[in-house]
């Protein structure tokens, strides 16, 4: 994501707060992140990291990020972080559980959730702007599929880095991450 101090970060699915923990130090603690997430109990956990660390930008809010939208002002944030909610299929090895828990039908739900909050949030970025949308999982429906499908409908963004990582390699999860960059309105006129 590459946060720069005095920017305005939103880290959309915070808790428990290590993203954005990390946001915050490579801001040099300057700037401002709003740190969102749907479950108050969970931003608690963010909360008592930020006291813990002495950061001093973070501000906690339950949101539901696939409403962020109707909360926020268009171009509101100079970056956003999507580390959307998802099957967590690259995680297996430490999550063994989940390969009883997941439904064929809890993907499609899940598709659909990222799509929407990916495009709530999508609104809210300046031009210029930069979006990491991340997840856990090898689904490609989940992550390359996802961000095709966002891309063929929204012509004013570009991406600009895309990797999925996987769990061959003792103590690597699997995960995806795309960095998409929101063009000026201009440009593609």
Same mark, same amino acid.
């Not at 002002?73 to 009883?100: M, Y």
């Not at 702007?129 to 499908?149: A, D, F, H, P």
């Given at each position: ?5 005095? &920017? %305005?970060?939103?880290?959309?699915? #915070? +808790?428990?707060? #290590?993203? %954005? ?11 401002? @992140?709003?740190? =969102? ?24 809010? %339950?949101?539901? =990020? #696939? ?8 171009? !509101?944030?100079?970056? @956003? ?34 799509? &929407? ?16 949308? !991340? ?16 891309? #063929? ?24 991450? +795309? ?11």
């Amino acid at each position: 994501l590459d946060p720069q101090p005095e &920017e %305005t970060v939103l880290d959309a699915c #915070s +808790a428990p707060g #290590s993203k %954005t923990g990390m946001l915050a130090a490579l801001m040099h603690n300057r700037g401002r @992140i709003v740190a =969102a997430d749907l479950h108050p109990h969970r931003l608690a956990l963010v909360e008592e990291m930020t006291r813990r660390l002495g950061i001093a930008i973070v501000e906690t809010k %339950t949101l539901d =990020a #696939s409403c962020a939208h109707t909360v926020f002002p268009a171009d !509101s944030f100079d970056r @956003i972080l999507l580390d959307v909610p998802c099957s967590g299929l690259g995680v297996l090895r430490g999550k063994p559980e989940l390969r009883w828990r997941i439904k064929p039908d809890d993907l499609d739900g899940l598709e659909r959730l990222q799509g &929407e909050i990916l495009e709530s949030c999508s609104l809210l970025l300046k031009d210029q702007g930069t979006l990491v949308y !991340s997840t856990c999982t090898l689904n490609k429906k989940e992550n390359e599929r996802q961000i095709q499908r966002f891309l #063929s409908r929204h012509p004013q963004w570009t991406l600009t880095y895309e990797e999925t990582c996987f769990p061959d390699e003792p103590y690597q999860d699997g995960f995806y991450m +795309a960095k998409l960059l929101k063009k000026a309105e201009s440009v593609i006129k």
